[in-house]
């Protein structure tokens, strides 16, 4: 049923450079596997490799609680100027991974350009830390999102019981699971669907909004930048929340082998997505101001909730409904990428071999898919999930931060490197300079979490010792590494 991936011989008989480091190279556009051996398909068109990005991007942060910016910049006017700036420097880290995606022609994302820029440990570390505790947490997080928005309308009157919600979020992990494992092909046609709910969705907000602005609802507008009392550590947190609410903008460079002429695909689907959520995140924080002020959205546990309510009357039943299919979106998008990743470290030595088959008639990288399930489900029923976020959010933009300074070094390192799309430089300069801000920050203003998010980061150091570097393991463990 499963299957080695197909490694592709150079068309001088021998193989590429980057085996003799005990790497398998990615089979490239126009490549054909050889007889017998199975690859995976190239099926991400351009508008899947949109849904992919925008259907990853917007999940409940946007409908439920956007107030992490206003609380930490004190105004209106500042928070919609961070929300346009944090569009804007997304775009640029979107842009640096066009860039990578496009001359380094392998899937696995963050992974695989650190690897490539700075080598095997910190690669190795980074896939550590998102196998074990980051994507499992994230997936939980969002998956709880969605069980609860979707029993919300059969709740109206009442609290919604925990086992109810879990119940149900466990429905949910499993079918995407299930979906993602079966066929490439459905999971990229549900996606999309999800994205155009999604995009429905925001419209739902904007459009009553923009009504409410020509009726001249503005006077939550007024005097926009006054009372701005955030601090000087304020301001930075608040890009911090809003860097949060559009990360996914990298998930499409998970799958770059799926994806159909990457050199053209990968950065129209990039910069199209990026434009789309931005200009749509901007517009509906501004519809909400329409109709809530700034202290009663502070107070909302569900800012899409509480608008519906003001404006829609019974239809606002509706915007739990579309709130739970954006976070089904994210969750589909975010198991569709990651679980690449764990194929890409696989089938570079660095993960359980079993990982890097793909099942031979479906086509999908099966092992991979699976094995967050039960991770999954473990967090799920006993993890402290949104602890666990908060130790490891500063690793997300830790990594992102030097796989953004790895396309500086590799423009040194190697210039003859063929890069059908190109940035200029101050754009990853001031993109990795950012992040790495922004993890220093989140050491100063939050040791603890942060302290304990980095040892926990740490122990991929001895794990990359213990399981790759050391030769002289006991067949018993060698069996179980699958080697």
Same mark, same amino acid.
């Given at each position: ?11 001088? %008989? ?78 640029? %880290? ?23 820029? &700075?080598?095997?440990?910190?690669? +190795? ?29 059969? @709740? ?68 926009? &930048? ?21 990360? %996914? ?84 998008? %975010? ?58 959010? +500063?690793?997300?933009?830790? +990594? ?20 059908? +799309? ?14 790495? @801000? ?46």
């Amino acid at each position: 049923m499963l299957r080695k991936a197909s490694v592709p011989a150079a068309s001088n %008989g021998k193989y590429p450079p980057e085996c003799s480091k005990g790497r398998s190279p990615s089979l490239e556009s126009g490549q054909l596997a050889p007889e017998g051996r199975v690859v995976l398909k190239q099926k991400v068109t351009l508008l899947r490799g949109i849904s992919i990005i925008i259907g990853t991007i917007i999940g409940a942060g946007i409908f439920i609680s956007p107030k992490g910016i206003l609380q930490n910049t004190g105004s209106v006017g500042m928070s919609l100027c961070v929300w346009a700036a944090c569009g804007l420097l997304s775009l640029f %880290g979107a842009l640096c991974y066009a860039e990578l995606g496009t001359c380094i022609k392998k899937s696995g994302g963050h992974y695989t350009y650190i690897l490539e820029a &700075f080598g095997p440990l910190p690669a +190795f570390v980074r896939v550590w830390v998102e196998l074990l505790i980051i994507r499992p947490a994230a997936t939980a997080v969002i998956s709880l999102a969605f069980g609860r928005y979707i029993l919300e309308p059969f @709740f109206m009157q009442c609290e919604i019981p925990e086992l109810a919600i879990k119940l149900i979020t466990a429905v949910g992990i499993s079918t995407v699971m299930v979906l993602n494992s079966t066929s490439v092909s459905w999971s990229a046609r549900i996606q999309i669907f999800l994205t155009f709910c999604k995009l429905v969705a925001i419209l739902i907000i904007i459009v009553p909004g923009v009504i409410q602005l020509i009726k001249g609802e503005t006077q939550n507008f007024k005097n926009a &930048f006054a009372g701005n009392d955030a601090s000087v550590m304020g301001l930075p947190l608040a890009f911090y929340s809003g860097m949060y609410a559009y990360s %996914g903008w990298f998930y499409l460079n998970f799958v770059t082998e799926e994806v159909e002429n990457p050199e053209k695909n990968i950065p129209l689907a990039i910069c199209i997505s990026m434009i789309i959520v931005t200009v749509g995140y901007v517009l509906t924080n501004v519809a909400y101001f329409t109709t809530i002020s700034a202290g009663e959205l502070l107070l909302s546990k569900a800012v899409a909730v509480t608008f519906a309510e003001r404006l829609m009357g019974n239809f606002s039943l509706a915007v739990p409904v579309f709130v739970a299919l954006s976070c089904f979106g994210s969750m589909n998008g %975010g198991v569709f990428a990651v679980s690449r990743m764990f194929f890409v470290a696989s089938r570079e030595g660095h993960l359980p071999e079993i990982l890097s088959m793909i099942h031979v008639r479906k086509h999908t990288p099966l092992p991979a898919v699976i094995v967050l399930y039960p991770l999954t489900m473990i967090m799920l029923f006993n993890g402290d999930l949104y602890s666990l976020l908060n130790f490891l959010s +500063f690793a997300r933009w830790l +990594f992102i931060g030097l796989a953004v300074a790895g396309l500086i070094y590799l423009r040194y390192k190697r210039p003859d490197m063929p890069r059908p +799309f190109k940035v200029p430089l101050f754009i990853p300069a001031l993109f990795s300079f950012t992040c790495l @801000f922004m993890v220093a920050l989140s050491l100063y203003s939050d040791p603890v979490n942060t302290g304990i998010g980095f040892a926990i980061t740490l122990t991929g150091v001895p794990a990359y010792y213990l399981f790759i570097i050391w030769d002289k393991k006991p067949k018993w463990f060698r069996k179980l590494l699958g080697k």
